[in-house]
């Protein structure tokens, strides 16, 4: 089956500081990627949708100026978390849209990120 | 606005015995609807998915759901739970057409007691 690749599975870092975090889907081309983030026993919320080639499109509330999110290629979107605070620390997941089965999306295994 | 509601925060069940987790949605239109398992700090792994046809739909690891469209739900069944089966479940919904975003229920987690 499709697989995604999300890379690093944890980062700690110092607040104030940028995270990068890569998605990648490895065997497929997805022209849309999806980010979300999940707070400990709690759903997950869609951050924004990431579109090949062009802005990302972001939910209500999240700030894209902190969370820069960009989509060079079809098979890779990242997203980085600009000047890290503590309350940025969640779980984040990526998913992608495999257009021979769009109706499905697969996920990566997700980043836990952690801000001191 | 689609929205998913998973009423149960736990559902506990004895191992061998069917097992239930349910969910109800709303939505414009016709829905998708997904089921999606989730272990410890891992990211969700698919299970199954109603699009159209048969109100029930088989999925992974013998996992069923049945769309029931004037209940508005989804329930998740299995006739006989194991313990591996122990994880966190979400249902999901997005219309038939517009964006392809999934909006998830807030979990629920299955606990299969041996």
């Known amino acids: 089956g499709a697989v995604v690749s999300q890379h690093p599975s944890r980062v700690i870092c110092k607040s104030g500081t940028s995270v990068k975090i890569e998605c990648r889907s490895l065997?497929?081309?997805?022209?849309?990627m999806f980010w979300y983030r999940q707070f400990p026993k709690q759903s997950l919320m869609l951050m924004a949708t990431?579109?090949?080639?062009?802005?990302?499109?972001?939910e209500q509330g999240v700030e894209k100026d902190k969370f820069l999110i960009n989509h060079a290629s079809l098979t890779l979107s990242t997203l980085t978390v600009t000047s890290a605070h503590p309350e940025d620390s969640s779980f984040y997941i990526c998913?992608?849209?495999?257009?021979?089965?769009?109706?499905?999306?697969?996920f990566g295994s997700g980043t836990q990120l952690s801000v001191l | 606005a689609q929205s998913v509601a998973q009423p149960e925060d736990q559902v506990k069940v004895a191992e061998g015995n069917p097992l239930t987790v349910k969910c109800t949605y709303s939505v414009s239109g016709n829905p998708y609807l997904f089921w999606y398992v989730q272990y410890p700090n891992r990211g969700l792994q698919f299970l199954l998915k109603y699009i159209t046809g048969d109100n029930l739909v088989k999925g992974s690891y013998g996992f069923e759901a049945e769309f029931n469209k004037s209940q508005t739900s989804f329930h998740l069944k299995k006739p006989s739970a194991l313990v591996s089966d122990s994880a966190l479940y979400f249902c999901?919904?997005?219309?038939?057409?517009?964006?392809?975003?999934?909006?998830f229920g807030s979990g629920t987690r299955l606990q299969v007691q041996p």
């Open positions: 065997d497929f081309q997805a022209t849309t």
């Open positions: 998913s992608a849209s495999w257009t021979a089965e769009n109706e499905k999306l697969f």
């Open positions: 990431s579109n090949e080639g062009s802005k990302a499109t972001y």
């Open positions: 999901a919904v997005r219309p038939y057409t517009g964006r392809r975003a999934l909006t």
